[in-house]
């Protein structure tokens, strides 16, 4: 018995447990997703720090810092136990700090890592929430401290890493879109590699590019939200350009790379937790992102509107696989319906007709119009009818085989007609027989008397033995 117990539990160490939301459709878990964005995320760190100094590299790290202690934290308050190989806690860090500038204060940058550990823990954890964590985040920290999230750097200086911030500060490209109608003097070669004022890992246009076709590549970012995410942006700002001033193609450039936007589709849109799973689902997730944040940035004049837009997109995902999936079959529906009844008053308009002609029985009457078969042609034109004329072998042959059908005809006839003459002789005699009236002993003449019959002699001898 004990040595039963013994393979049991040793076969019970040996199951492993299956988390159906550890899985997603693509095919990969979630640790691996999360991995190839921190190996992209840590690129762009790199970039930040080259280009700011040593300041960005402590943003970073004591964002990830403080993520990781809270949750710590927050799973000892709610009972959990604290799993160190879930990098979702480090990639949000990562997130929030390459999505501040390199002058932001420290306390903020730990206030908006905390805030966005614990929107994750509210919602029941990393399995659990419906709102982009690092989006609550930073909408949060744009909504209470604008001048301090929304003013940058100037290009080229070092931010001091203890310390009041002495560079000088200056607004983004999407500040002067979105108030001003213009952009400042950038080139095409200065926006591809970051010069240009933003947050510390937005402005790398380049890396960011490189970064997104790596993840999808990787399978570890949704294509299709972001493919249909970015054209519908574009194809709005072709329609809606933000600055009559600038070229089309510079003022799409710039609206791309100008803010989150292209940061956000690549590391934020496609969060496994917040992602529709359904194709048709991803497709409609991407298009509203891309539409409402079209029409945040041009008609509501918001920077940094890309948070906001993702959030009420985050409302949206629960219920779009369900809600594409009652629309498909509606319109499968009233597709099937249409190719079942297309021309269907024709048919019907056709029945009646038919209903209102007179239809032929067996026993009906079919009476052919008079036609004048001398009546001329009405074009007095008469066509001459070439018929073929076949030899005398032919025709003989024909009409030896027309005479030998009738003779077998009329010998039938004759066959068929003395059958029913004799049938018509037997039953004659048949009916004869039976008005025949039956003999009586004594007959009577016509004048009525009765002729009495000689009786027999073995009668009369009878007769005379009785006497």
């Known amino acids: 018995m004990s040595d039963t117990n013994e393979l049991l539990d040793r076969f019970d160490s040996d199951i492993k447990t299956y988390e159906p939301t550890a899985v997603k459709k693509t095919g990969r878990k979630q640790r691996s997703i999360y991995g190839d964005q921190l190996i992209c995320l840590t690129v762009l760190m790199g970039m930040s720090i080259w280009q700011s100094g040593a300041r960005a590299f402590v943003i970073c790290a004591g964002s990830v810092l403080v993520c990781v202690l809270a949750d710590m934290l927050f799973c000892k308050l709610s009972g959990k136990t604290y799993n160190p190989k879930d990098l979702s806690t480090i990639a949000a860090g990562m997130c929030i700090a390459l999505m501040m500038p390199a002058s932001v204060n420290y306390g903020i940058v730990a206030g908006g890592a905390l805030l966005a550990i614990a929107v994750k823990h509210i919602f029941g954890g990393k399995d659990n929430y419906i709102f982009n964590p690092t989006c609550v985040a930073i909408a949060f920290l744009i909504i209470c401290y604008p001048t301090d999230m929304l003013m940058y750097p100037a290009v080229g200086s070092r931010p001091e890493v203890w310390g009041d911030v002495s560079v000088p500060l200056m607004a983004g490209i999407e500040n002067y879109l979105l108030k001003l109608g213009t952009a400042p003097s950038v080139n095409l070669e200065s926006i591809m590699l970051g010069s240009f004022a933003g947050a510390m890992g937005t402005t790398h246009v380049l890396v960011i590019m490189v970064c997104g076709i790596c993840l999808m590549l990787r399978h570890s970012m949704s294509k299709l939200v972001t493919l249909f995410g970015l054209g519908s942006y ?159 072998i032919t025709r003989y042959a024909d009409n030896m085989r027309i005479k030998r059908k009738k003779d077998e005809l009329v010998r039938r006839k004759q066959i068929q007609d003395n059958e029913n003459n004799y049938m018509n002789a037997m039953r004659g005699m048949l009916t004869r027989k039976k008005d025949i009236p039956p003999k009586t002993k004594e007959q009577m003449t016509e004048t009525g008397h009765i002729i009495k019959q000689p009786r027999r002699r073995s009668e009369q001898k009878n007769n005379k033995q009785g006497q």
């Open 234 to 392: 574009a194809l709005l700002t072709l329609l809606f350009p933000a600055s009559a001033d600038i070229s089309l193609s510079m003022t799409m450039l710039l609206e791309l790379s100008s803010g989150y936007l292209l940061f956000g589709f690549v590391f934020l849109a496609s969060d496994p937790q917040t992602l529709p799973k359904s194709i048709a689902g991803k497709i409609v997730y991407g298009v509203v992102i891309g539409i409402v944040g079209c029409l945040f940035r041009h008609f509501g004049k918001v920077e940094g509107s890309f948070v906001f837009v993702l959030l009420i997109a985050n409302t949206l995902s629960l219920r779009l696989d369900a809600m594409c999936a009652m629309i498909g079959r509606a319109i499968k529906h009233a597709a099937g319906y249409m190719k079942r009844n297309m021309g269907r008053y024709e048919k019907l308009r056709k029945e009646a007709e038919n209903e209102n002609k007179p239809k032929l029985t067996d026993t009906m009457e079919i009476i052919v119009p008079a036609t004048n078969f001398n009546m001329p042609p009405i074009d007095n034109k008469v066509t001459k009818i070439n018929r073929k004329k076949t030899n005398i």
